[in-house]
């Protein structure tokens, strides 16, 4: 005799709304934090430079090569990191990941030549390699693509609140804590901001799942629909192998588009606490403090903006009008001269149009990419973007060291930001992406 296992039973809206509810309270909180932590470790190089580069003699030039190197090794090993987490499972690949950069953060507070820094900074990049696209892969294994982006906008979240809750920690930190135990304040922030990476770390070994039909806390009825649901999805993309990823004109564009948002991305990460300094501010605490004004907006923008694609399954103009917001801030930025208001209110621009189009931006790629080639292609598309970290700051410090301003550097940012808006209504078919 014969046995069928029996057909799948699709829930109707609500009751499928409940179980994705339910598999998104389970860890987007804990995804959330991590990514939080991530971000502050990443910039609050930043928030360090307003005292470091005195006490190293660092020049401008020095810094921005530093901040900017971490993406280099980003970059070599971004592809390999994500194609591990595919084989081996990201509860093991992300919690080594935030184990290894925990250690290295922290050792920056050692750093006593430009050499050592920048050293440091490129294994930086290195060890936190594979972080976010790793998180992006693992967001589709859970979740198809009209209900992704709100959990990618959710995520990406952590970086505005990085700067809301980091700004002023860094402030506090580098100006109370300076001194103490021989150390300087900058030292005691690269330490303290390093710690909670190492607990996160081990939270994530403990409590992750790898994917769907490993959720024993999911009935199985529940874990078969939402496989089922990610199946036929994967059945309609495109690019599932590593080789499709490589030789795709559409993922080199992708590359481009997202090197254009980085670039103005890292712009704020790196110098918004320099913007501020250059009104007027010279008190760390008080420039922690104004950091949080833009960061708060970019919150609110990136929350309600990515509701509202998804609801209208409509991708390229929720990352485009960002992207034109964003030009503008910087324009704005460089107009403010001494004037304190002008400038936040142009880093607010700046801050909600860039932070709120990088999660935009990740509803693309994943419309067309499945498998082994989203593995390949969200890592690609992610090191090579992002090589405008190491781009942005780098280029910014060497204008700024030879013309004594941003304002160059902030009209280059402003256009490279229209540029890649430019290419998205250009080269990516509106019915390749709304999904």
Not at 261 to 279: E, L, N, R
Not at 333 to 338: D, E, K, R, T
């Amino acid at each position: 005799m014969s046995t069928q296992t029996p057909a799948i039973r699709i829930p109707d809206s609500a009751a499928s709304n409940s179980i994705y509810t339910r598999v998104a309270w389970r860890f987007m909180p804990l995804l959330f934090v991590c990514y939080v932590v991530a971000y502050l470790d990443r910039v609050n190089v930043g928030f360090a430079k307003l005292q470091m580069l005195s006490d190293l003699n660092f020049s401008e030039a020095m810094y921005g090569f530093g901040a900017g190197i971490f993406f280099i090794g980003y970059f070599f090993f971004e592809v390999p990191s994500n194609l591990l987490l595919h084989r081996l499972g990201a509860r093991r690949w992300i919690a080594r990941i935030m184990l290894t950069w925990a250690v290295l953060s922290a050792a920056t507070a050692w750093v006593s030549t430009p050499a050592t820094f920048y050293v440091l900074r490129f294994f930086l990049g290195v060890a936190e390699a594979g972080f976010f696209p790793g998180l992006v892969l693992y967001l589709t294994y859970w979740f198809p693509a009209h209900r992704r982006g709100k959990m990618v906008a959710f995520l990406m979240a952590g970086n505005p609140v990085a700067g809301i809750v980091g700004g002023p920690i860094s402030g506090f930190i580098m100006q109370r804590l300076a001194g103490n135990a021989g150390l300087a304040g900058w030292q005691w922030l690269f330490i303290l901001e390093a710690a909670p990476a190492l607990v996160l770390a081990v939270i994530i070994f403990w409590f992750l799942d790898d994917r769907v039909k490993d959720a024993k806390w999911l009935p199985i009825q529940e874990r078969e629909f939402i496989a089922s649901e990610i199946e036929a999805e994967g059945r309609t993309k495109s690019h599932g192998s590593v080789r499709e990823v490589f030789t795709s004109l559409k993922v080199w564009i992708l590359c481009a588009i997202l090197f254009g948002i980085v670039m103005g991305s890292y712009a704020v990460g790196f110098w918004q606490p320099t913007i501020i300094k250059g009104s007027g501010i010279t008190d760390a605490f008080t420039i922690g403090l104004l950091t949080v004004v833009p960061y708060l907006a970019a919150l609110i923008s990136m929350i309600l903006i990515g509701r509202h694609a998804d609801r209208k399954r409509e991708r390229r103009w929720h990352v485009v009008i960002p992207q034109c917001v964003a030009a503008a801030g910087f324009v704005i930025c460089a107009y403010a001269g001494n004037n304190t208001y002008i400038a936040v209110l142009g880093l607010t621009l700046a801050a909600s149009g860039v932070i709120t189009a990088l999660p935009m931006f990740w509803a693309l790629p994943t419309s067309f990419l499945g498998g082994t080639g989203a593995a390949a292609g969200i890592a690609l598309i992610n090191s090579t973007g992002n090589l405008a970290g190491f781009v942005s700051p780098a280029l910014v410090g060497w204008l700024k060291t030879i013309t004594h301003s941003l304002d160059s550097s902030l009209f280059l940012i402003a256009g490279s930001l229209l540029v890649s808006a430019c290419l998205i209504l250009t080269q990516l078919p509106a019915k390749l992406v709304n999904k």
